[in-house]
């Protein structure tokens, strides 16, 4: 299964929805939380490979989605479609 990174701030609601999704999907993920600063250099990385400066973002084999509703989109059409097991074994 792909390795699913979720890219966020824990005070930030749209992160907070993302979260919530992937918990009840019973989808496992690994929380970074990033710097408020733009230019910090992991900030710009992920606004280079997203094309959004903001949070949420996910990575997932090397593909980068910004924006909970696109996250949540991408993860219902392209893990839970594609896979009867979600990406932990467990559906």
Do not use: W
């Amino acid at each position: 299964m792909p390795k699913l990174i979720l890219y966020q701030y824990e005070e930030c609601p749209f992160c907070t929805k993302v979260r919530a999704f992937l918990t009840e999907m019973k989808i496992k993920f690994k929380k970074v939380n990033v710097s408020f600063d733009h230019n910090d250099p992991l900030r710009k990385k992920l606004a280079k490979e997203s094309g959004v400066k903001t949070v949420p973002i996910i990575e997932v084999d090397g593909e980068f989605i910004g924006e909970s509703e696109k996250i949540i989109h991408f993860v219902e059409q392209k893990i839970l479609k594609n896979s009867s097991k979600g990406l932990n074994g467990k559906r």
